[in-house]
């Protein structure tokens, strides 16, 4: 059973940074991808950047490009610990943050990496919010 364990959330200023943490067990095979989504108050929930453990590749919603970076230890583990840089933080980017992971990697260049449904595994989520 895939488990996953987000960490890192808090309050900071806007222009500031945070770095969240996603710590993800059980994987029973070794290639798989991971993203990360989050919900603001009112909103759905939607899509931030996700990356392929066999190839490294990453993919990043328009709003956060230049400003967001992932990456993850040990990929292609069984656990893997996948980090999401956030930098200049605005206000808009308050929400629950929440890890997913899924199965293969193929998918990624045929389908929206950001698809919900496609994810199997969540975490509980990590609270952010970006105020002065």
């Known amino acids: 059973q895939v488990q996953l364990v987000e960490s890192g959330g808090g309050l900071v200023q806007p222009g500031g940074s945070l770095r969240l943490s996603c710590a993800a067990s059980?994987?029973?095979?070794?290639?798989?991808?991971m993203g990360w989504f989050r919900q603001a108050p009112g909103k759905e929930r939607e899509g931030v950047s996700c990356?392929?453990?066999?190839?490294?590749?990453?993919?990043?919603?328009d709003s956060v490009k230049d400003r967001f970076a992932i990456s993850g230890d040990n990929a292609g583990g069984t656990n893997w610990t996948v980090y999401l840089q956030m930098n200049n933080l605005k206000s808009e980017g308050t929400a629950v943050y929440y890890c997913?992971?899924?199965?293969?990697?193929?998918?990624?260049?045929?389908?929206?990496?950001?698809?919900?449904?496609?994810?199997?595994?969540w975490g509980q989520g990590t609270q952010v919010t970006v105020s002065s």
């Open positions: 059980g994987f029973g095979l070794n290639y798989y991808t």
């Open positions: 990356i392929s453990s066999t190839d490294g590749s990453k993919y990043y919603v």
């Open positions: 997913a992971a899924t199965y293969g990697t193929g998918w990624l260049t045929i389908k929206n990496p950001f698809d919900l449904s496609s994810y199997d595994f």
